[in-house]
Nanobody, 121 residues
Framework: VQLQASGGGLVQAGGSLRLSCVSS????????MAWFRQAPRKEREFVAT????????QYADSVKGRFTISRDNAQNTMYLQMNMLKPEDTAVYYC???????????????WGQGTQVTVSS
């Protein structure tokens, strides 16, 4: 499975961005998907995950209420709507998928190349 993330950019604090991740999976509903991020000099961290059919989601405490994960299996695409962005959200954002439809905060099998999000204060 190949993943292609896009949608990053430079935005002011309080602004919004929407990230997209296109998957090459033939049966997208069989794969849970997630977003992770890695800030400079920090370890990669979990952001959000969504189940194969999109019925279940889970978020990191730091983004709850501001970010929304969703997916469109007909388009084989996952999204991350990011609102009320903060400078501490600055990071490279990676999409990932796993060979199981249930949500998880770790143990992903496939990774995209990452897209840079920069939030200025």
């Amino acid at each position: 499975v190949q993943l292609q993330a896009s949608g990053g950019g430079l935005v002011q604090a309080g602004g919004s961005l929407r990230l997209s991740c296109v998957s090459s999976a033939h049966t997208p509903e069989s794969y849970a998907m997630a977003w992770f991020r890695q800030a400079p000099r920090k370890e990669r961290e979990f952001v959000a995950t969504i189940s194969g059919y999109g019925y279940t989601t889970q978020y990191a405490d730091s983004v709850k209420g501001r970010f929304t994960i969703s997916r469109d299996n007909a388009q084989n695409t996952m999204y991350l709507q990011m609102n009320m962005l903060k400078p501490e959200d600055t990071a490279v954002y990676y999409c990932a998928s796993r060979r199981f439809p249930g949500v998880a905060t770790y143990n992903y099998d496939y990774w995209g190349q990452g897209t840079q999000v920069t939030v200025s204060s």
